[in-house]
């Protein structure tokens, strides 16, 4: 599997952006997701999570009522649908997954070994 991360761009406060990563490959479906975000000078870190198949989801609280993930099998693609955006929400965004037969959620960056490139988030005020 590899992951294209597309979607960002420049917005202003307030506003909205779905970023979408798709998948190359067979059986994405089996395959937990995780978005993650990194900011200058600051580490990388989970903001939403998918499960594989049933698709239980996590949020960070940073982004909880904000932010909704979801996965469409079909297309093998998994979005992250970000409202409300604040200027802090600014970084680059990257998806990741790992396979797994647990149908759990992956918030942790050193269990993902496929990453798509990053995409960039620019909200400003």
């Known amino acids: 599997v590899q992951l294209q991360a597309s979607g960002g761009g420049l917005v202003q406060a307030g506003g909205s952006l779905r970023l979408s990563c798709a998948a190359s490959?067979?059986?994405?479906?089996?395959?937990?997701v995780g978005w993650f975000r990194q900011a200058p000078g600051k580490e990388r870190e989970c903001v939403a999570a998918?499960?594989?198949?049933?698709?239980?989801?996590y949020y960070a609280d940073s982004v909880k009522g904000r932010f909704t993930i979801s996965r469409d099998n079909a297309k093998n693609t998994v979005y992250l649908q970000m409202n409300s955006l604040r200027p802090e929400d600014t970084a680059v965004y990257y998806c990741a997954a790992d396979y797994t037969r647990r149908v759990v959620v992956v918030t942790s960056l050193a269990e993902y070994d496929i990453w798509g490139q990053g995409t960039q988030v620019t909200v400003s005020s």
């Open positions: 998918i499960s594989r198949s049933v698709g239980i989801t």
């Open positions: 490959g067979k059986n994405f479906n089996n395959y937990a």
